[in-house]
């Protein structure tokens, strides 16, 4: 089994269900509690990771900007809030969050600059060559087909444009490696479970984290749906770590 089969088969709950259905009803689940639980679980780290994949993007100046898997937004926020962009696009697959997030755009007076759209990963809704930019945070792991949505990204971006992909890692040094499984298969769930009241949501995050190909298992998949000099970089020891790539 490939690398990138292994992470499309977990799924978060024990159903049939295809499995992006099933992280659709996940989001939902979880959306009311969602960014509470991502700043508190983390430490407030996300916020810093999410600064720091951004400022990548800054030498380009893009002007459009695609959001994959936006969630409540907070990507898309930082985005403008470096790049000054003249638009940008958030899609994702829940409704849940996606609600969550155009309230957080009005109370922030930002939704003229970001919408919030529904929209499946793996068949974008948008022209070839649409966006300067597509910036992805902590949603890979849940595409249904991990090779097809990057090809949908590869797709809509145009010639000279940029990929930015955040994502959890896996760490190897010791002890932070033998404290971020503990904390991430018993502490992190526990909490999560009963503040957001659903049992596998996550228990998921874990298991899709031990499964997603990390680092040039992944810069490998980008260059084989087309995009180029793909590099990447750990942060916090190896806990998340960042991709970049352009179309050339």
């Known amino acids: 089994m490939s690398v990138e089969n292994s992470v499309e088969n977990v799924k978060p709950y024990e ?7 099933q992280v659709s009803k996940m989001f939902n689940n979880i959306s009311r509690h969602y960014d509470f639980l991502n700043h508190f679980l983390s430490l407030g780290i996300d916020r810093r990771w999410r600064k720091k994949a951004i400022a990548q993007l800054k030498e380009r100046n893009p002007k ?11 990507l898309a926020i930082e985005a403008n809030r470096q790049l000054s962009p ?9 409704t849940g969050m996606l609600e969550v997030g155009r309230k957080k755009l009005d109370k922030k007076e930002l939704s003229h600059i970001i919408t919030l759209e529904e929209g499946d990963s793996e068949n974008l809704p948008f022209e070839d ?3 300067d930019a597509i910036i992805v945070a902590f ?17 809509v971006l145009k010639p000279g444009g940029q990929c930015m992909v955040l994502e959890f890692s896996r760490p190897r040094i010791f002890p932070l490696k033998q404290g971020f499984n503990f904390y991430f298969k ?3 769930p526990f909490i999560g479970r009963i503040t957001s009241k659903d049992k596998k949501a996550y228990s998921y995050l874990y ?15 980008l260059e084989a749906v087309g995009l180029s000099n ?19």
């Open 139 to 155: 949603g890979v792991r849940n595409f249904g087909n991990v090779e097809k949505g990057l090809a949908e990204m590869a797709r």
């Open 186 to 188: 018993y502490i992190l």
């Open 230 to 248: 793909p590099k990447h970089t750990s942060m916090t020891a190896g806990i998340c770590a960042a991709y970049w790539s352009e179309k050339l």
């Open 86 to 94: 003249e638009k940008i696009v958030g899609v994702d697959i829940s």
């Open 207 to 221: 298991e899709s984290v031990q499964a997603f190909p990390e680092g040039k298992d992944f810069t490998d998949l």
């Open 15 to 21: 159903q049939e269900a295809a499995k992006k259905e």
């Open 64 to 74: 459009t900007i695609l959001d994959i898997a936006t969630g409540t937004g907070d």
């Open 129 to 131: 060559n649409s966006f």
